[in-house]
């Protein structure tokens, strides 16, 4: 896939766990992993945030990935490139149910990156529909308006 999208001129984001995120070779613009796909991918336990920063910037370092964006639920994410690591705190919401929030958050965060954001923005959104996520019921997904609020209160804070 990674190849054929690079032929096509375009990235490949991947979210994915078991058996197909261990076989993900090189050539993934970006990779979402969840805390314990991290630990499934890297094959060690990750106990501190020192842990989780080293085995995200290795995925980078070998090649596998050009970003990682690390879920890390009510503890935020983490952004790692070849220039290093950025966190990100969560926005603290009150969850119904968690259900979708990761797909959420990366579909959030895809919709930026396709607008032109620069990437600490897209995530930053990202957050923001993943956050927007947990208001809903079931498997009712984040609504706009829920987002663009959040992001905007995200944003606004970042810049102080």
């Excluded at 490139?81 to 968690?98: H, K, L, N, W, Y």
């Excluded at 929030?101 to 396709?114: E, K």
């Amino acid at each position: 896939m990674a190849e054929l999208a690079k032929k096509l001129g375009q990235r490949l984001i991947l979210d994915t766990s078991g058996s197909a995120l261990k076989k993900a070779g090189g050539g993934i613009y970006l990779l979402k992993p969840s805390l314990r796909e991290l630990e499934d991918l890297s094959g060690r336990e990750i106990r501190s945030k020192g842990d989780q920063e080293r085995a995200a910037r290795q995925i980078v370092e070998q090649g596998r990935s050009e970003i990682v964006v690390l879920s890390l639920g009510a503890e935020g994410a983490l952004l790692a490139t070849a220039d290093g690591c950025e966190r990100f705190a969560a926005i603290p919401v009150e969850a119904q149910s968690t259900v979708g929030a990761g797909d959420s958050m990366l579909a959030g965060i895809v919709l930026s990156l396709s607008r032109g954001l620069p990437l600490d923005e897209a995530i930053r959104f990202g957050m923001a529909a993943g956050a927007a996520a947990l208001f809903g019921v079931g498997t009712e997904l984040c609504r706009r308006a829920d987002v663009e609020r959040l992001y905007q209160q995200m944003s606004g804070a970042s810049s102080r």
